[in-house]
């Protein structure tokens, strides 16, 4: 499987056209909102986050500049200028060659090429940012920056505070302020076609990491191990970057929803939870699958399994366009609370008692899924309906702990079924089972 998506890898050319035309479609949203009033929009890609001393972290762009732009370099600002008629122009501001610099830390863009290459109006050094930012704002009524980002809002402030000297040469401030995220959220939630490409591939990279690592698992080994497999297949598909840290939890690690590997050794009858993901050019990928190491489900594991199961295929089943995001939730809830009932798990009360007092939540205490883009838990309202090419995750689970009131038998069972799903007109893709998710299937991988 491994070589096959080799031979199938996405092309590492970016047509940034498409990252054009997400701007002119930007633009015309911010028209429609100004009603013909002059703006300036902001965004900033970010800086290099420092370790200790003169060591970083890796570079990570900003989401929506980089969904704007496809320019992945540090410390650089984008800005688009309508004077509300016919007057448009896409700037970007970005580092200065430096011979120097691109010896130690390798190629900088620099103005000639982030003009040419990135299909941007005009491009300006770092180095006159506050002069390129004003001489904008001094003719717009309407200002949109990410109003949430606290760094971005007090550097805004400062520009303001700047153009306000200039009041009595007859220049006033714009008298609107914008969020752009909230803006940017509406436009970035519903995925176009070049994105559903990369965010396929993602899943079919991250799919065959996870088969390989249901693979290589027994007893004896670390979960550091089984997460060096999940890499190295990442890796060698070209997707070099995760996109969020690997979760390998062992026998009652299963039951901490975040945790991260680590030495533990895991046990011959331990389940095995691995939540991981891959990020390629930016897009996420996140799948989760439990399996036992012995390759043999005991009883009580193989019944929480197939609760799980039957609540992920239930609230599948109530994704399509038009229905309420929070409708496949409220039928995993259903679901599992029904199951655990007849399981003795949750005692002597109807479906609709239980749910009314949340008592599945002892078990079940997370919603179903998430939207899933350039962020793992990327931008968008919970607050609506499907519309088509959505992507979001359908992750029902169950977890245990050890309690006097709870059967020895399922002390320790944690069980997470986690997919990656288009929304489509008539019920939904998922994009994600490359790796099964099917009981028996399952028992047979872990098995070789």
Not at 213 to 228: H, Q, R
Not at 253 to 278: E, F, M, T
Not at 419 to 429: F, M, R, S, Y
Request: hydrophobic share 35%; proline share 3%.
């Amino acid at each position: 499987m491994t070589r096959e998506i080799k031979k199938k890898s996405l092309s590492r050319t970016i047509n940034y056209e498409k990252f054009k035309k997400r701007r002119l479609v930007l633009k015309k949203n911010l028209q429609q909102i100004t009603a013909g009033k002059p703006f300036t929009a902001i965004l900033h890609s970010g800086l290099e986050v420092s370790r200790n001393g003169d060591v970083f972290y890796p570079f990570r762009c900003d989401s929506n500049f980089y969904y704007l732009t496809g320019f992945n370099e540090s410390n650089a600002w984008m800005m688009m200028y309508s004077d509300g008629k016919r007057q448009y122009e896409e700037i970007i501001i970005s580092k200065t060659k430096d011979k120097t610099k691109e010896l130690w830390d390798g190629d900088i863009i620099g103005q000639e090429k982030a003009k040419k290459k990135y299909l941007f109006d005009k491009a300006y050094s770092i180095e006159v940012v506050d002069q390129t930012v004003i001489s904008k704002l001094e003719l717009s009524q309407c200002i949109f920056f990410p109003i949430s980002d606290r760094n971005f809002s007090r550097t805004v402030s400062d520009w303001l505070s700047k153009l306000t000297r200039k009041k009595r040469m007859g220049i006033d401030n714009p008298d609107h302020l914008g969020d752009l995220s909230r803006i940017l959220e509406n436009q970035r939630v519903v995925k176009d076609l070049y994105e559903l490409k990369i965010m396929k591939k993602a899943a079919s990279i991250s799919a065959a990491a996870h088969i390989e690592a249901m693979k290589v698992s027994k007893p004896g080994l670390k979960e550091f191990d089984i997460e060096t497999e999940l890499l190295r297949v990442f890796r060698n598909n070209g997707a070099y970057d995760v996109a969020y840290p690997c979760i390998v939890a062992g026998g009652p690690n299963a039951c901490v929803l975040h945790h991260k590997a680590g030495s533990r050794l895991l046990q011959k009858n331990d389940l095995v939870l691995i939540d991981a993901g891959c990020e390629l050019q930016g897009y996420a990928s996140d799948i989760t699958r439990t399996f036992p190491v012995s390759g043999k489900f005991t009883e009580a594991q193989k019944l929480i399994y197939e609760i799980v199961l039957q609540a992920q295929k239930d609230a599948i089943q109530k994704i399509k366009v038009g229905k309420k995001y929070a409708t496949p939730h409220d039928a995993a809830v259903r679901s599992i609370t029904k199951n655990l009932i007849d399981a003795g798990l949750i005692k002597n009360k109807s479906v609709d008692e239980a749910i009314e007092k949340r008592d599945y939540q002892r078990f079940y205490m997370h919603k179903t899924g998430h939207w899933l883009g350039l962020d793992v838990h990327d931008v968008g309202s919970y607050d609506t309906t499907f519309k088509e090419n959505m992507v979001l995750t359908v992750e029902p689970g169950i977890y245990i702990r050890p309690s006097k009131d709870i059967p020895r038998e399922f002390w320790n069972i944690g069980i997470r079924i986690e997919d990656d799903v288009v929304v489509k007109e008539e019920g939904c893709e998922l994009i994600s089972r490359g790796v099964p998710v099917e009981l028996n299937e399952v028992e047979k991988l872990a098995s070789l």
